[in-house]
């Protein structure tokens, strides 16, 4: 009987250092709370794998560890910031050209893509574009940029400040060009 008396007194002791030990420091401070339901997005999805249609045909086929709607936000968007891999398909769904960056974003009124950060994009012709920003305007079709550009071709680099295409990457005009260029000896 005094072993089981010895054993409830000090079950009690545990206990309630424990509940001591929680009431203290009341004052601690807790992170700022959301107070506007307009700057939180209104839908988080992990893992995405879309695609994304435009005048009922698919355009798009987008693959995102974490893909972000902000539809209460002047002007809505889209935010992935943890990286979006891109397909741009023909009317027979087949890839015209790939495009990989480290984040994206997609402004829905304006139906343009912002991509940041290692982009990295390839046609139909094999040829690799790098830079560190890229718009995609779905409207007009057009991709452009104003930063670094470098693109590899077959034989050849071309480095420029800034370009612009058609939305496949198959027809572009390079801004302020340098490179390496092969040259014929003919005599």
Not at 137 to 147: I, V
Request: charged content about 25%.
């Amino acid at each position: 009987m005094r072993i089981r008396m010895y054993l409830a007194t000090a079950f009690l002791a545990v206990v309630s250092s424990f509940f001591c030990l929680s009431c203290g420091n009341k004052d601690k401070q807790l992170g700022p709370a959301v107070t506007s339901r307009d700057s939180t997005s209104v839908v988080t999805t992990r893992g995405a794998d879309m695609l994304i249609s435009e005048n009922g045909m698919i355009r798009y086929h987008v693959i995102a560890e974490e893909w972000k709607i902000f539809d209460k936000m002047n002007p809505p968007f889209y935010s992935l910031e943890k990286g979006v891999y891109l397909e741009i398909l023909d009317s027979l769904m087949q890839t015209e050209s790939t495009l990989r960056a480290d984040t994206a974003y997609y402004m829905n009124e304006q139906e343009l893509w912002h991509l940041i950060h290692n982009v990295h994009a390839e046609n139909i012709n094999n040829e690799e574009f790098d830079t560190q920003e890229l718009f995609v305007n779905n409207r007009t079709e057009k991709m452009y940029s104003d930063s670094l550009i470098r693109i590899k071709q077959d034989k050849q680099i071309i480095i420029g400040h800034g370009f612009t295409s058609n939305g496949n990457l198959t027809e572009y005009t390079i801004r302020k060009t340098e490179g390496v260029f092969p040259v014929t000896d003919t005599k």
